[in-house]
């Protein structure tokens, strides 16, 4: 089904998103979007809601550990990984 419609792009830069194609994405209330120049005009599309977004990193959460123990786990992590990176930097030589 083609989406397409004329909209008017008025004197301040506005345009309005027709109801019917606001409905299709479930934009039914305010919200923001991105406006991008492309090689024919524009290209708008929505602001992901953070909310939306919520428990797509469960994977990777550390449980049990208090923010301390959390920040020095990420400081011995970025310790490695510069020893690492070093290593690999002489190994080439």
Do not use: C
């Not at 550390?62 to 690999?88: N, S």
């Amino acid at each position: 089904m083609d989406m397409t419609q004329v909209v008017s792009l008025t004197r301040q830069g506005q345009i309005s998103i027709p109801a019917k194609m606001l409905a299709k994405y479930g934009k039914n209330r305010p919200t923001k979007v991105i406006v991008k120049a492309v090689e024919n005009g524009w290209l708008v599309e929505p602001v992901p809601d953070i909310l939306s977004l919520g428990g797509i990193l469960h994977k990777y959460a550390i449980k049990g550990k208090t923010p301390a123990q959390i920040r020095k786990m990420e400081r011995e992590a970025f310790e490695e990984a510069i020893v690492e990176d070093y290593l690999a930097s002489v190994s080439d030589e």
